[in-house]
Nanobody, 118 residues
Framework: QVQLVESGGGLVQAGGSLRLSCAGS????????MGWYRQGPGKQRELVAA???????NYADSVKGRFTISRDTAKNTVYLQMNSLKPEDTAVYYC????????????WGQGTQVTVSS
């Protein structure tokens, strides 16, 4: 049973910062494309940021320049540093681990709530 465990969510005022963490097994964290998704109230789940095995990153336009995704293989953890938070960033944030190679997998964490007050 693969587990991805998110932490770091909470309530913050607009303009503040939070850092989300996603911990998993060493193989999953190092061999996957890791992504952070979010689902706001009444909205579809959307990709926020992703980092490939090789370290390439991509971001949703709405978070570019404010959010940073990173991977620490020594700690088997992926982070999402969120700065300059806005009320529209309020959502449940989910960690995802995906591989589309010879061995394929797609795993999700349980989600962590981020609420940004105005």
């Amino acid at each position: 049973q693969v587990q991805l465990v998110e932490s770091g969510g909470g309530l913050v005022q607009a303009g503040g910062s939070l850092r989300l963490s996603c911990a998993g097994s060493s193989m999953i964290i190092s061999a996957s494309t890791m992504g952070w998704y979010r689902q706001g109230p009444g909205k579809q789940r959307e990709l926020v940021a992703a980092i490939t095995r090789g370290g390439s990153t991509n971001y949703a336009d709405s978070v570019k320049g404010r959010f940073t995704i990173s991977r620490d293989t020594a700690k088997n953890t992926v982070y999402l540093q969120m700065n300059s938070l806005k009320p529209e960033d309020t959502a449940v944030y989910y960690c995802n681990a995906q591989s589309l190679g010879l061995l394929q997998w797609n795993y999700w964490g349980q989600g962590t709530q981020v609420t940004v007050s105005s």
